[in-house]
C-alpha cells in the first residue's frame, strides 16, 4: 500500500537507535522530510540520518533532551522551520533513569525519590511538553498526526519499573483527553505499546536463546521486531488513516499464555 507520505514533514524523538531509527528509516523510504532527535549521540543520529537519505528521504538532525523543555521548544522550532510545518509526530524518545536495568531497587521503599521524580517527570511531563509545542503546527497540517510510544510494562508487572510504567501510563490519560481537542481539528492521536522488541531478530540484552523460549510463552509465538513496530507507526500517522482515534495499539506478541 502507497502510504500516501512522500514530501510528508516528520519529526521523531528518540531516532537514533531501537524502534525510532526503524521508524525513521521507513519514513524515508516513503519518501518524507524526518528529523530526528537525539540527546548524546550525535554520531549515532548522523548515521541514521545518512541511512535515511539512502532510503530515498530527507533528514535532519536536532538535538533533546526529554528533561529540558528549552530543548524540546528549540528542536520543534527547529525542525518546523526547517520543513515549513509539521504532519507527523512521533514520541519516541524515552528516559531510562541513571540506576540502569540491574541498578534498580526492588522494593518500593527503598527507591531514591530523585530516581522516581527524573523518570517520571521526562517520560510524561516531557512528552507533554513535547505535543504542546507540536499541536499549533499538526493543527495547521492537512494530515496531523501524532503518535507517543508507550509500553506493555504499564499494564504488566516488571520489578522496580514504577515510574517508568506510571509515567507511560499517563501517556495513556494524556492521549485521551487529547483526542477531543486536537481531534476538533482533524489531528489523530493514537498511542503505540511495544513490548520486548527485537533489532534484526536479536536483543542488546536477552540472549537468543532465552528469547526463543520468552517468544513461545505469547499467543503470537514469536516477538515482535522494530520494523514491525515502525510499520504499524507509519500507518497511524498516514493520510490512509482517518478513523483510529484516541487508541492503544500493541505490538507485543499478543497474550501471555498460561504457564
Request: glycine letters at 12%; aromatic letters at 4%.
Given at each position: 500500500?502507497?502510504?500516501?507520505?512522500?514530501?510528508?514533514?516528520?519529526?521523531?524523538?528518540?531516532?537514533?537507535?531501537?524502534?525510532?531509527?526503524?521508524?525513521a528509516i521507513a519514513y524515508g523510504r516513503e519518501g518524507a522530510r524526518v528529523a530526528i532527535t537525539y540527546n548524546s549521540r550525535k554520531d549515532a543520529a548522523e548515521t541514521v540520518a545518512g541511512e535515511i537519505e539512502a532510503a530515498g528521504g530527507t533528514a535532519y538532525v536536532?538535538?533533546?533532551?526529554?528533561?529540558?523543555?528549552?530543548?524540546?521548544?528549540?528542536?520543534?522550532?527547529?525542525?518546523?522551520?526547517?520543513?515549513?510545518?509539521?504532519?507527523?509526530?512521533?514520541?519516541?524518545?524515552?528516559?531510562?533513569?541513571?540506576?540502569?536495568?540491574?541498578g534498580r531497587p526492588e522494593k518500593v521503599e527503598d527507591a531514591p525519590l530523585d530516581w522516581w521524580t527524573d523518570i517520571l517527570r521526562s517520560n510524561l511531563e516531557g512528552n507533554f511538553h513535547l505535543v504542546q509545542q507540536v499541536a499549533p503546527a499538526l493543527r495547521r497540517s492537512e494530515h496531523g498526526r501524532l503518535v507517543l510510544l508507550s509500553t506493555d510494562v504499564a499494564v504488566?508487572?516488571?520489578?522496580?519499573?514504577?515510574?517508568?510504567?506510571?509515567?507511560?501510563?499517563?501517556?495513556?490519560?494524556?492521549?485521551t483527553a487529547l483526542q477531543h481537542d486536537l481531534g476538533a481539528d482533524g489531528?489523530?492521536?493514537?498511542?503505540?505499546?511495544?513490548?520486548?522488541?527485537?533489532?534484526?531478530?536479536?536483543?542488546?540484552?536477552?540472549?537468543?536463546?532465552?528469547?526463543?523460549?520468552?517468544?513461545?510463552?505469547?499467543?503470537?509465538?514469536?516477538?515482535?521486531?522494530?520494523?514491525?513496530?515502525?510499520?504499524?507507526?507509519?500507518?497511524?500517522?498516514?493520510?490512509?488513516?482517518?478513523?483510529?482515534?484516541?487508541?492503544?495499539v500493541r505490538v507485543t506478541g499478543g497474550q501471555l499464555l498460561a504457564g
Open positions: 500500500m502507497e502510504l500516501g507520505l512522500k514530501d510528508a514533514a516528520v519529526l521523531v524523538t528518540g531516532g537514533s537507535s531501537g524502534i525510532g531509527r526503524a521508524t536536532v538535538p533533546m533532551d526529554l528533561a529540558a523543555p528549552d530543548t524540546i521548544a528549540a528542536a520543534v522550532a527547529s525542525t518546523i522551520d526547517r520543513w515549513g510545518g509539521l504532519d507527523a509526530v512521533v514520541g519516541n524518545a524515552v528516559n531510562w533513569g541513571s540506576l540502569g536495568f540491574h504488566r508487572p516488571l520489578p522496580g519499573s514504577w515510574p517508568y510504567g506510571a509515567a507511560k501510563a499517563g501517556l495513556h490519560g494524556l492521549v489531528v489523530l492521536v493514537n498511542i503505540v505499546m511495544p513490548g520486548i522488541t527485537l533489532e534484526n531478530g536479536e536483543h542488546r540484552v536477552i540472549p537468543k536463546p532465552a528469547l526463543d523460549q520468552i517468544a513461545a510463552g505469547f499467543s503470537a509465538r514469536k516477538l515482535p521486531d522494530a520494523d514491525e513496530l515502525a510499520n504499524t507507526i507509519l500507518f497511524l500517522t498516514s493520510p490512509r488513516t482517518t478513523a483510529i482515534q484516541g487508541e492503544i
